[in-house]
């Protein structure tokens, strides 16, 4: 049975959250008080205009909720995360750290893949050329991407995302509708991420192929590669003028990470979850190989193979 992964968006209120046995309260300055069970709960979003006390960081960290503090537009910009109890995380963690390149590579291979995929899918009813010179692309990949298949295949991509609005740019530091929206949906993505590798009892410093100096969390941008194109097609749904001060698009982006990701009802969290766990097994030896989901559009799915 698939779990029930909830986001509570706090990352617009203007008020404060206090802790009670079992439950966050969440008191807007103005309006009723909520109070939300953290039993089901997998991301947490609080704002700048929210104050809250480190018992309600216990409690949330305590039944294994990220919590992503967002900036004024409310895109996320940083985590707390629970140290989890995997019963194997020394030896997971040892044989993540000392995993060969032969298979790092081939694993990293296998995530593209799956991930220029995902963006064929998005471009069929868009593009239908350009989606099939990525599924082209994406039957060249190999161990490793030495081509770097993955850059050549995302110019092309967000070249054809959205034909009537011009020819965009993929900006993460831009601060138009369209990149602060996809900037969102990824945040909460990567939320899931951090708690998926975290619960794996793998180290979510230690990438396969994000390798950067200063982030915490190059394993985790390396696996939520494929799950992107899920927030990307939601984006591409959106009007032009919609932006994250309308409420209802924070919805429905949240909505996107929490949907259905394959056709046996599986969300997109817990396929997410599964592949971090397949990867402990990978780097402890207990599996030949990594096998990515890739994602082909509502309640469609391929192995990625």
Known sequence: MDTAWRIIDCSSLDGQLTSERGAVLVHPSAGEQVRVPVADVAVFLVGPHTAFSSAVLHRLLGADVVVMFCDWRGVPEGAAYPWHEHTRIGARQLAQSQLSLPRRKNAWGRIVKAKVLGQAAVLSGVDASASERLREMARKVRSGDPENIEAHAARLYWSRMFPDEGRFFREPDAEDNRNSCLNYGYGVLRAHGIRAVVSAGLSPAIG?????????FNLVDDLIEPFRPVVDDTVLSLAPDDSLENRSVKQKLVATVQQA???????????????????????????????VPSWAGPQRVSDGR
Request: proline letters at 2%; charged letters at 30%.
């Open 261 to 291: 990701f394959d056709s046996t009802g599986s969300t997109l969290p817990t396929v997410l979850e599964r592949l971090a766990q397949h990867l402990g097994q990978y780097c402890e030896g207990d599996r030949d190989r990594l096998d």
């Open 208 to 216: 396969l192929f994000h390798r950067g100096r200063s982030n915490a």
